[in-house]
Each structure stands twice: as structure tokens, then as C-alpha cells.
């Protein structure tokens, strides 16, 4: 287990803006740099969802409904993933959450940070 923290959630207007960010302060720096980064979401009453992907050669990923939105990113140094989302709209409201797979393919979660766009 890779213990996360994620932070940048709240409120937003529609066609705002807003940046998440998820630390794994107590990984080590290098095994951090192997590990396949995500964000999911999860809107009241559905399925959590894949938003983002970056793997550990910063290749990514996006669902068709955020493309062009939302950017993934990583910083091996800050033990960071980061999930920077423009053009916000009422149906990206959910709570999202950080999600790591390391190469042995152990996976941990985030505990979730709500987003809302709302006017």
C-alpha cells in the first residue's frame, strides 16, 4: 500500500478551472518514478470512471470526455501526480480520486477529494 494524499478540490464555476494534486510523500523518490499514475471519478449514483493515466515514461491517457480538458502530469522529485482540469462542466461534479499501480502491481487509492461545478 502507497499511502496518498490529494488535494484541490471545491467549488468551481462552469468553464473554470481547478488543479489536483496527489502526493505519496512517504514513497521513495526512485520506486516513485515506476509507479503508473491515475485519477478516477466518481459522480453520485454511478460507476468510478478512469479520467487520467500517465505512466512512469509520461505516457498518457484521457477519457473521450475529458480530452482536451484535462491534463495529467507528473513530478518524480515532489513524489507528485497532478490533474489540472479547464473547461469544467456540471457533469464533471464527482469526487476524484488518486490511484497508483506500482510494477508489481499493487494497487492504492486516494481518499477522494470532492469537485464541484455548479453556478
Known amino acids: 500500500q502507497v499511502p496518498l494524499v490529494e488535494s484541490g478540490g471545491g467549488l468551481v464555476q462552469p468553464g473554470g478551472s481547478l488543479r489536483l494534486s496527489c502526493k505519496a510523500s512517504r514513497a521513495i523518490t526512485s520506486v516513485f518514478s515506476m509507479y503508473t499514475m491515475s485519477w478516477y471519478r466518481q459522480a453520485p449514483g454511478d460507476q468510478r470512471e478512469l479520467v487520467a493515466t500517465i505512466t512512469p515514461d509520461r505516457v498518457t491517457n484521457y477519457a473521450d470526455s475529458v480530452k482536451g480538458r484535462f491534463t495529467i502530469s507528473r513530478d518524480n522529485s515532489r513524489k507528485t501526480s497532478s490533474l489540472q482540469m479547464t473547461s469544467l462542466k456540471p457533469e464533471d461534479t464527482a469526487v476524484y480520486y488518486c490511484?497508483?499501480?506500482?510494477?508489481?502491481?499493487?494497487?492504492?487509492w486516494g481518499q477522494g477529494t470532492q469537485v464541484t461545478v455548479s453556478s
Open positions: 490511484h497508483v499501480t506500482t510494477p508489481s502491481q499493487s494497487v492504492s
